[in-house]
Structure formats: structure tokens, C-alpha cells
């Protein structure tokens, strides 16, 4: 299988704050690499797919990037909406796996 | 507009079995392959498994943890998604969420294993 791990587990920040959530995967996944957003109570919602493409109906302040084994999604400027917790996942593998999240929290 | 709703949570004992359902809409159901995960409370997100479409041999995969004890099936009829769950453990215990393959996600049936 496929291990993804993501760091940092948990982050303190600040509305306007530039955030970055990395991602690594225990081998290639190409770039078959997706990113969700999760509030409390919610499922997750998807936010980046395939590393870079911006997901219809988020705001562009959510980026990615990466291939191979190393990814990133950055938040350019934190809003108050964006408090939540986010996963990487990999579909490389039709077993998908998941990073084991990261809480972004209000500083 | 593609929707998922699951269905068919609830309180089970150790040892028990539950089936839940995931309604799909507002996409080609027979073609789609299809998800189930899980999320136990306050973890993070676990794949269970997978079926694929029948025109793509509607074959399934399974997690470790699940393997031997949860089938995924699909009634094209119905544009419905199953996951029988046999033998449950009190780890299954765990917000269930069907997706499909291309990443629409349903909202999830709380499964509660507990004596």
C-alpha cells in the first residue's frame, strides 16, 4: 500500500497568514494527488485534485503543487471560513489512501 | 448535479452485522466505480473499498481491516451503492461515507458498534 504523510499534524495561525500543508508519499504517485477540506460534523470536500487543479467553486487563495512524492497545498491568505482540518489522498492506486490530516487553528 | 445519500446506520452489537445504502443521482450509476469510507470519531480518513463497474469487470478490494468481513455490491436497477458489514467490531465504529471515483462525496451514516 501506499503511505501518505503529512506535516505538520496540527498549525496555529492567523487570519491573513500564508499556510502550507506538505504531503509525501512512500513512492511515485505521478501526480494523483487530491486535497480535501473538513469541518466538524462535515464530509470532506474536495478542494485540489490531480495536485493542481482548483476544484470548480473554491477560492483561489487554495493552491497545489508537487509531483512524483512531494506535495504542497498552500493557503495564500487564511480566512476566518478556513479554520478545518485537510487531507491528501492519493488515487495513484485505485486503494486510495489518505494523509493523517492536519488542524489548521485560530492563533 | 451528482448527490450520494447513505442510509442504514445505527447501533449494532460486537458480532453483529448492519447493511448500509448509498442512493446515487445525477450521474451514469452502472458506469461509475465506487467508494466506501470511514472515519472513526476524532481520526482522520480510511479508505474501506472499492467496486468497480461491471463494464469494467465490477470487481471489489477491500482494506485490511475490513477484508473477510465487509462485501461492497451495487444494484444498477437502483442506482444503489451496499456495504454489508458482517461481524462487526467495536473499531468498526466509524461515520460511513460513500464517493465516487471522481471524488463526490455522500454525508456520511454513523455506524455505532457497542454492547
Known amino acids: 500500500d501506499i503511505q501518505m504523510t503529512q506535516s505538520p499534524s496540527s498549525l496555529s495561525a492567523s487570519v491573513g497568514d500564508r499556510v502550507t500543508i506538505t504531503c509525501r508519499a512512500s513512492?511515485?504517485?505521478?501526480?494523483?494527488l487530491n486535497w480535501y477540506q473538513q469541518k466538524p460534523g462535515k464530509a470532506p470536500q474536495l478542494l485540489i485534485y490531480?495536485?493542481?487543479s482548483l476544484q470548480s467553486g473554491v477560492p483561489s487563495r487554495f493552491s497545489g503543487s508537487g509531483s512524483g512524492t512531494d506535495f504542497t497545498l498552500t493557503i495564500s491568505s487564511l480566512q476566518p471560513e478556513d479554520f478545518a482540518t485537510y487531507y491528501c489522498q492519493q488515487s495513484s492506486s485505485t486503494l486510495w489512501t489518505f494523509g493523517q490530516g492536519t488542524k489548521v487553528e485560530i492563533k | 448535479e451528482v448527490q450520494l445519500v447513505e442510509s442504514g446506520g445505527g447501533l449494532v452489537k460486537p458480532g453483529g452485522s448492519l447493511r448500509l445504502s448509498c442512493a446515487a443521482s445525477?450521474?451514469?450509476?452502472?458506469?461509475?466505480?465506487m467508494n466506501w469510507v470511514r472515519q472513526a470519531p476524532g481520526k482522520g480518513l480510511e479508505w474501506v473499498g472499492r467496486?468497480?463497474?461491471?463494464?469494467?469487470?465490477?470487481?471489489?478490494d477491500y482494506a485490511a481491516p475490513v477484508k473477510g468481513r465487509f462485501t461492497i455490491s451495487g444494484d444498477d436497477s437502483k442506482n444503489t451503492l451496499y456495504l454489508q458489514m458482517n461481524s462487526l467490531k467495536t473499531e468498526d465504529t466509524a461515520v460511513y461515507y460513500c464517493?465516487?471515483?471522481?471524488?463526490?462525496w455522500g454525508q456520511g451514516t454513523l455506524v455505532t458498534v457497542s454492547s
Open positions: 467496486i468497480k463497474s461491471k463494464t469494467d469487470g465490477g470487481t471489489t
Open positions: 464517493a465516487t471515483h471522481d471524488f463526490y
Open positions: 490531480s495536485a493542481s
Open positions: 513512492q511515485s504517485i505521478s501526480s494523483y
Open positions: 445525477g450521474f451514469t450509476f452502472s458506469n461509475a466505480w
